[in-house]
Structure formats: structure tokens, C-alpha cells
């Protein structure tokens, strides 16, 4: 936080004695790492004297947020298996075989949701050509 609103580039470039010499403090941020099930809340920031604190919090998700990520996969699912319509066609370009990577791939990301058990770290199946 700044005593004086000057306009200083490279900030980030700074030091810390360098930040207070220009009125800033420094920030220290204690990361947090969400687990499965887990997100970032709002973090508490403290000064304390000479710097500032940024503490990371985690909470349980709410059932709309777990819900929301359920839709979040599904919507990116249903967008790959679009996108991929075209080789399932009679005019497909593709070799039988490369079809039948192509329809074994479809089934797999069909089958997504119900083999997931934590929608935000599927285990997505390899797209055939990758």
C-alpha cells in the first residue's frame, strides 16, 4: 500500500527497501493449496508494521459450486464431442480405422461424467492424433 499515490514502474523489479523508500509496503503471501473439494476464499490481508500479510484461506464448496463445476464439465465435454461430429460422418475423410479411434474416444468422453469423481480433475481421454 502506498502513503502517496506516485506513478513508479517496475514495481515489481523493486526491493523491499526500495519499496518502503517510495512509500510502499511489501507483501507477503502465504499461499494455500485448495484440496479436492476445496476452494480459495477471501484472503485476509493484515499489516504488520513494516509489511503487508496475505494470508490464502480455504473452505468447502457449497453444493451450487460443486454443481456449477459438474456443468463447467460437462459443457467442455459436450463442446469436444461436437467439435469431433464430423468424424462419425459417411463423407469422414478417415480410414475405418482412425473412425473407430475416433467413435472409441466419443464413447470415452460420453462416459466422463459417470467415471468422475471430482468434476474439477477429470481424467480426460487422450483425443486420437494427440
Known sequence: ???SWRNISGLHLATDEELRK??????TVVEASP?????RDVDE??????HVLVAQRVRQKTPVEVANDWIVLRTTRDLE???SDWTQGNDSPL????KEEWTVWRR?????????????????PTKPGS
Open 45 to 50: 490481508v493484515t499489516v504488520h508494521g513494516d
Open 22 to 27: 517510495w512509500g510502499w509496503l511489501p507483501v
Open 1 to 3: 500500500l502506498p502513503r
Open 35 to 39: 484440496a479436492l473439494g476445496q476452494t
Open 81 to 83: 464431442l461436437h467439435q
Open 95 to 98: 480410414s475405418n480405422v482412425e
Open 108 to 124: 470415452a468422453m460420453r462416459d466422463l461424467p459417470s467415471a468422475t469423481s471430482e468434476p474439477t480433475n477429470p481424467s480426460w
